[in-house]
């Protein structure tokens, strides 16, 4: 038997509708155009490329979009500087430092110099133990797309065993609390875990964040389960190209979960959406409005 495939490009496809919905509602009802800053130091070609995907759906989106671009050599107070001036600014609703930093930058200095309510990253510290502790908060933007994903499977995740593999603080950690707020079941595995196929083979839910191409294999995997992977690497594909595979090996693992994301177009898609949901949420946070309806 085969799984159901859990489509990540149809599902951001449909939330970046609801957002555009909740934008236009937003601009109408009470003169509100969210807006999201994005700031990029240096010239990484990944982060290039994913600085423009942001901005390009920010404007797809309706609202808008303001783009810093800063040379390799910023100083530290110059970075610092420009958060502040974004803290302040009123049409900013959103603040977004793309990740690696050059290396004269201490990135968790200027990540904690964001203003929790425009934190749509979900890093700051204050956003990280709000979510710990059960409160409203603005939390990462690749947990909260798996989770959502995850419901596609699920009427409710209430009650099901879920197995997080990897505690990183970008995926690991906040998907589990997440899932932990859904009232399932957590167990966090990691590199240290002991026998990791014997404590996987227990999940209704499967999330694997690991950076290893497919290392999760299909007999690890409970008959019936949903499996989210998270994993994107980059691998040698045929014909001297490269190709992108998961952190599971989807083959043997679709013929045996109950839904699975593949990879490319699972996890990934709803990144960039789920970014688009927490710059509404955080509009409204700051305006003193009701949540939005994403
Ligand atoms: P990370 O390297 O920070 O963390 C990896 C985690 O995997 C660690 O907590 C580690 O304990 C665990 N791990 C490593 N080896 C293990 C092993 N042998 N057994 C069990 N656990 C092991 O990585 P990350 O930032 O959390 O990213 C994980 C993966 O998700 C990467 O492939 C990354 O590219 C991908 N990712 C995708 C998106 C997206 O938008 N889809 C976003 C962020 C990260």
Redesign the pocket.
Known sequence: MSATIIDGKVNAAALRVRVADEVKRLSSQHGLTPGLAVVLAGNNPASESYVGSKAKVTVETGMRSFDHRLPDSVSQADLLALVAKLNADPAVHGILVQLPLPPQIDANRVLDAIDPRKDVDGFHPVNVGRLASGLPALVP??PL?CVMLAKTAHASLAGLEAVV????????KPVSQLLLAENATVTI?????RD?PAVCRRADLLVA????PE?VRGDWIKPGATVID????RVPGVNGKSKLV??VNFAEAVEVAGAITPVPG???P??IACLMVNTVRAACAIAGLPPPAV
């Open positions: 933007c690749t797309g593999i990897g505690r990183s603080n970008i995926v690991g595995a990691h590199s240290r875990t990791l964040a690991i950076g290893k290392f998270v994993g994107i690497n998961g952190d699972g996890v990934g709803m990144t």
